[in-house]
């Protein structure tokens, strides 16, 4: 069942049932503007798969290797093709054509850059927002502010169980085609 209200608590348990339990809580539509705006102030920006195409097409024009049209017609059947369906061989030409641009200190570099940041600072960001309670031996008293928990306070946390919380709370802000298919209309 998904949650409908920001006082349906989700619990996550990430050592299972042995372990402790962190609660996170849906957003309402004006925290999760409130999240976005964390991000942005931030500096957390992820792109599109074209923009990570249109700078490799760039760093690579700049480096003119010989080749130049083979490897941008590889990064063109690279971009309208699906995640994981590539051939070995093609991912592998891929997966070096990516680590020279990225070491050539061009845009791709930066651009791969911002999605990492992304990666690791969503869950952090979400975490901090939307945990609602925690318990378990050896935790702190759980306390939030206004914008959340205080960093001081999530600095005290297992960082893997952190992350694992706040992909769950990030998960609850985006509703899969799959999971509003199976869900019971209110």
Known sequence: MLPISRHDRVAV??????????????ATLFERAAFHRDL???GVKIHARERLSAALREDLTALAPEN??????????????????????EA????LVCDVCR????RFAAVEA????????????????FLDGWE?????????????VADDLLERLDPL??????????????VTKATEKNSVSP
């Open 13 to 26: 348990r990430p050592d299972g049932d042995d372990g402790p339990t962190y609660w996170v809580r849906p």
């Open 40 to 42: 942005a102030a931030r």
């Open 68 to 89: 130049l049209d083979d490897l941008l017609t590889l990064v063109d059947l690279v971009s309208a093709t699906a995640p994981g369906a590539l051939d070995e061989a």
């Open 92 to 95: 592998a030409r891929f997966d």
């Open 103 to 106: 070491r050539s200190g061009g």
């Open 114 to 129: 911002d999605h990492v940041y992304w990666a690791e600072m969503v869950p952090l960001l979400a975490a901090k927002r």
């Open 136 to 148: 378990g031996d050896g935790l702190p008293a759980f306390e939030r502010g206004r914008d959340g």
């Open 161 to 174: 169980h952190l992350v694992q919380a706040g992909w769950k709370a990030w998960s609850l802000m985006t």
